[in-house]
């Protein structure tokens, strides 16, 4: 059998990738295609971390934008990736693969607290963590969770899966003239403004030297083709 050309991996989903085309909120059928994806990884033997964002049910940025305080706003997006994190976990483990939710705010009821050891633990033993909560600090966002817990669990790469198939030159939902790009330097996204993760996480991936792979999430077994190795998105590194 061909080998995977990654061994561990860091997933980045955003909430809106559980949305479907609801307005808001988790679309089974979209939560059940992910899961498909994610679990057809662990079954290969993948080691798979996730970082889950929280934007289909809440953003910080929104609620301070109406008038709320921006810490509070920021909490109530963070514990809005929990509530994905805890559908993810039990759309994997309705398939058989063992999960764990790991959080950087404690609800120890619900979830583990993020305790990076336990988390490489749970990685050899084949069990799919998701780091729910982002970083835990208001300010932040789950881009940047992703590229810390990808960086703390030593993934070798990040996968951005996305609605369209890769980094554009322009949104291609407006312009169907988008060019995709296949490759890109982390300098290239920041200097183009390229809205592909947020600075804050593109510059700490830059210093480490992770690599980005961007890619349509919801073409089924795409996923699969890029951790063989195969030319899909777009490649983002120095
Ligand atoms: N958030 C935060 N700190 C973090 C990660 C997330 O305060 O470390 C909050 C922030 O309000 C953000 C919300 O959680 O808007 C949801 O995360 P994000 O916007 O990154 O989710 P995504 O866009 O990936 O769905």
């Known amino acids: 059998m061909e080998k995977p050309k990654f061994q561990r991996v860091l997933i980045k989903l955003s909430g ?9 909120g988790i679309c089974p059928d979209t939560l059940d295609l992910v899961a498909d994806q994610i ?19 809440f953003r910080g940025v929104a609620g301070s934008t109406a ?3 921006r810490t509070s706003a920021d ?38 607290p993020y305790i990076r050891r336990r988390a490489m633990r749970h990685l050899e033993k084949g069990r ?23 960086m703390e669990i030593r ?21 169907p003239e988008a060019t995709m790009f296949d490759r890109l330097t982390y300098l290239d996204v920041l200097s183009k403004n390229l809205r592909v993760m947020d600075s804050t996480a593109i510059s700490l991936c830059m210093d480490n030297k992770l690599p ?8 089924r077994g795409n996923m699969k083709a890029v951790i063989f190795g195969e030319d899909i998105g777009t490649l983002i590194v120095d």
Do not use: H, W
């Open 155 to 175: 993934a070798s790469v990040i996968l951005k899966g996305t609605k369209v198939d890769g980094v554009y030159d322009s949104d291609p939902v407006e312009n």
């Open 212 to 219: 980005i792979i961007v890619f349509n999430l919801r073409k």
């Open 75 to 112: 909490y109530m997006g963070m514990l809005a990736t929990v509530i994905n994190g805890l559908a993810l976990q039990d759309a994997f483990e309705s398939r058989g693969v063992p999960t764990r939710v790991q959080t950087a705010l404690e609800i120890k009821e619900v979830a583990e």
């Open 39 to 57: 679990c057809e990884l662990s079954e290969l033997g993948i080691e798979v971390g996730i970082v889950i964002g929280g934007g289909n049910i």
């Open 67 to 69: 008038g709320m305080d």
């Open 128 to 150: 799919v963590v998701i780091f729910g909560a982002g970083t835990g600090n208001p300010y932040f966002t789950t881009d940047t969770a992703a590229a810390l817990r990808a």
């Open 16 to 24: 809106e990738a559980l949305q479907g085309n609801q307005g808001y």
